[in-house]
């Protein structure tokens, strides 16, 4: 199974942006997706997750409100869309994957994408 993350880049204050995650490999079924972060010398953190049909959401408190998730199964991919972004946004993304539950837990996830980055400037 492999995830890849794309959709990062530069961007001011009270910006949006909108990140992918394709899943390929085998996905006989889909996948509870989560989102994560890590500034740099910060430990990495939950964002956000999402249950397979897509009618569970969960959110970090720090992002509730202001991101979303969302999923098309039938292209294998999942969405984080960003809005009113801040500075202590800045992190690099990655999705995660993983066959049980939706979970905050980072070692709960199976899979992982290579992370993309989100710089937001003030």
């Known amino acids: 199974v492999q995830l890849q993350a794309s959709g990062g880049g530069l961007v001011q204050a009270g910006a949006s942006l909108r990140l992918s995650c394709v899943v390929s490999g085998r996905t006989k079924s889909p996948f509870v997706m989560g989102w994560f972060r890590q500034a740099p010398a910060k430990e990495r953190e939950f964002v956000g997750a999402?249950?397979?049909?897509?009618?569970?959401?969960q959110y970090a408190d720090s992002v509730r409100g202001r991101f979303t998730i969302s999923r098309d199964n039938a292209k294998d991919t999942v969405y984080l869309q960003m809005n009113s972004l801040k500075p202590e946004d800045t992190a690099v993304y990655y999705c995660?994957?993983?066959?049980?539950?939706?979970?905050?837990?980072?070692?709960?996830?199976?899979?992982w994408g290579q992370g993309t980055l989100v710089t937001v400037s003030s």
């Open positions: 999402i249950n397979r049909s897509g009618g569970r959401i």
């Open positions: 995660a994957a993983t066959v049980d539950f939706i979970s905050t837990m980072s070692h709960e996830y199976d899979y």
